[in-house]
């Protein structure tokens, strides 16, 4: 809703509240630009929109089938407190959906605030596997993120790769 008025939208399609004010967002810069944005295309944009690495449910593929047989194995590239919130926030409202056991597979660079992130997770996750970004100088290693992630509040462990942790699930 602004000075044009309100458009009842359809929700949109990433998961997470926090995309609701996501989208608003995105709605007032197109306006912002001088561009005419019809409800109808607005409608549509919320049905159809995507952001890989943001909240993305992986589908059927390698990492997947390294996982437990039902596992759902969510991708997001969020690094700093405040995506930490959002993030957990989102796995909260799934767990509600279908409780199930919660792991986080996680790697990092060293600009990062690591503790700040975990923080998000303490009570929802049940384990944290620490894994080096292996196609960075600044990946912090695995075994220090552990130590970050234990700071926050939360057991962890590092593990040499993402395929190693979901093995261990």
Same mark, same amino acid.
């Given at each position: 809703?602004?000075?044009?008025?309100?458009?009842?939208? %359809?929700?949109?399609?990433?998961?997470?509240?926090?995309?609701?004010?996501?989208?608003? /967002?995105?709605?007032?810069?197109?306006?912002?630009?001088?561009?005419?944005? $019809?409800?109808?295309?607005?409608?549509? /944009?919320?049905? #159809?929109?995507?952001?890989? !690495?943001?909240?993305?449910?992986? +589908?059927? !593929?390698? &990492?997947?089938?390294?996982? +437990?047989?039902?596992?759902?194995?969510?991708?997001?590239?969020?690094? #700093?407190? !405040?995506?930490?919130?959002? @993030?957990?926030?989102?796995?909260?409202?799934?767990? =509600?959906?279908? +409780?199930?056991?919660?792991?986080?597979?996680?790697?990092?660079? #060293?600009?990062?605030?690591? %503790?700040?992130?975990?923080?998000?997770?303490?009570? &929802?996750?049940?384990?944290?596997?620490?894994? +080096?970004? $292996?196609? $960075?100088?600044? %990946? @912090?290693?695995?075994?220090? *993120?552990?130590?970050?992630?234990?700071? /926050?509040?939360?057991?962890? =462990?590092?593990?040499? $790769?993402? /395929? #190693?942790? *979901?093995?261990? *699930?």
């Amino acid at each position: 809703q602004d000075e044009d008025g309100l458009m009842d939208l %359809s929700p949109p399609r990433l998961p997470g509240r926090h995309q609701f004010a996501n989208a608003a /967002a995105a709605i007032a810069a197109v306006k912002a630009a001088g561009l005419e944005i $019809s409800h109808r295309v607005a409608d549509k /944009a919320m049905a #159809n929109v995507t952001w890989p !690495g943001r909240m993305q449910k992986l +589908p059927q !593929g390698r &990492l997947t089938e390294l996982a +437990p047989k039902g596992a759902d194995i969510w991708l997001d590239g969020g690094h #700093n407190p !405040g995506a930490g919130v959002v @993030v957990a926030e989102a796995l909260a409202e799934q767990e =509600e959906k279908n +409780p199930r056991p919660l792991f986080l597979i996680s790697g990092m660079i #060293n600009t990062k605030d690591q %503790s700040g992130y975990f923080s998000a997770f303490k009570g &929802l996750v049940r384990h944290v596997y620490t894994v +080096p970004v $292996s196609l $960075s100088e600044a %990946s @912090v290693p695995n075994d220090e *993120l552990a130590i970050r992630a234990v700071e /926050a509040g939360l057991s962890a =462990e590092p593990v040499s $790769s993402v /395929a #190693n942790a *979901l093995m261990l *699930l």
